[in-house]
Nanobody, 120 residues
């Protein structure tokens, strides 16, 4: 299984950005995929997850209503649409696969991160 996240960059406060995660060797119908972020000097936090089959989504409270996780099974892609970005959203963002179909937090494979910087 391999994951590759992309789409990071410099964004102005209030702006939007969409991150992409291409997942190979993994059936998105059978496993959940999550997005995480790690700000400089802080621990990595889970921010969103989409389950297999049912595509139930989960969000951390501080991104709920601003971020949307989605996936395209045909393209083996998982996306993170980020709106109303704030400077505190600045972080390296990662995607990872869960060992189960549900978002149980048992993440096994990780992609390399993509840096999102929110600044004017």
């Amino acid at each position: 299984v391999q994951l590759q996240a992309s789409g990071g960059g410099l964004v102005q406060p209030g702006g939007s950005r969409t991150l992409s995660c291409v997942v190979s060797g993994f059936n998105l119908d059978l496993g959940a995929v999550g997005w995480f972020r790690q700000a400089s000097g802080k621990e990595r936090d889970g921010i969103a997850c989409i389950s297999g089959r049912s595509q139930t989504t989960y969000y951390a409270d501080y991104v709920k209503g601003r971020f949307t996780i989605s996936r395209d099974n045909a393209e083996n892609m998982v996306y993170l649409q980020m709106n109303s970005l704030k400077p505190e959203d600045t972080a390296v963002y990662y995607c990872a696969t869960d060992r189960s179909r549900l978002c149980r937090g048992d993440y096994e494979y990780w992609g390399q991160g993509t840096l999102v910087t929110v600044s004017s």
